[in-house]
């Protein structure tokens, strides 16, 4: 069964700094990869899409990778802000985008301190 | 504005008083599914719908009922609620299973209390 891991589970960096968000996942037969933000009392939004074909995608500051022979991916945040302090969280879906729901990480708790 | 509804947010109800939480998406979205986040647990899936009429069990269906009688519309239903079923519920929707890029929107979240 997939199992998907993220490290750390939380991270504190001050305002301006680059990081990176880590996912690994046990199964690398994935139909695709999304990277997701989810605030306080909110739900969740989805940042970043990578198909099972791609290697990276990028929108904005955030550049997320993902290495399917190895399990893993990578959300990068450039220049970070006080507003990207929320938990993220990765999720996979099946091979052959099947019925199956997402698997999801536990997510790594970000603060960005200003 | 393209989104997923859900409601209500908040409830606080009582062991065995059957609920209804709403699921609404204005996408024409064919797939639609819910889950539940728990602390430690994560998030999982409870039940999904490849399209009207069509609904399948996910990870954790015990304890829940669903329908899909529109398009639009997916609502969760809890016939006898227990302390157990205490959690965050999200339902999400992606335009179908089919071709490569079937990325999921999640709703605000319903934070359901049951005593």
């Known amino acids: 069964k997939q199992e998907v891991t993220q490290i750390p589970a939380a991270l504190s960096v001050p305002e301006g700094e680059n990081l990176v968000l880590n996912c690994s996942f046990t199964d690398s037969a994935i139909y695709n990869l999304q990277w997701f933000r989810q605030d306080p009392g909110k739900g969740l939004t989805s940042l970043l899409l990578?198909?099972?074909?791609?290697r990276e995608q990028t929108s904005g500051r955030l550049n997320a990778s993902l290495d399917k022979s190895s399990g893993r991916s990578t959300l990068y945040i450039a220049a970070s802000q006080p507003g990207d302090s929320a938990t993220y969280l990765c999720a996979v879906r099946p091979p052959g985008g099947g019925a199956d729901g997402l698997t999801f990480g536990k997510g790594t708790h970000l603060i960005i301190q200003p | 504005e393209a989104q997923v509804t859900q409601n209500p947010r908040y409830l606080i109800t009582v062991t065995g008083k059957k609920l209804t939480v709403t699921c609404s998406q204005n996408m024409n979205h064919e797939y639609m599914s819910w889950y539940r986040q728990d602390p430690g647990l994560g998030l999982r899936q409870i039940y999904y719908s490849m399209n009207v009429e069509v609904t399948d069990k996910g990870d954790v269906p015990e304890g829940y009922k669903v329908s899909r009688k529109e398009k639009r519309n997916f609502p969760l239903i809890l016939e006898s609620p227990s302390p157990n079923q205490t959690s965050l519920y999200f339902c999400?929707?992606?335009?179908?299973?089919?071709?490569?890029?079937?990325?999921?929107?999640f709703g605000p979240g319903t934070r359901l209390t049951v005593l």
């Open positions: 990578i198909q099972s074909s791609q």
């Open positions: 999400a929707s992606s335009l179908s299973l089919a071709g490569t890029y079937n990325e999921q929107f």
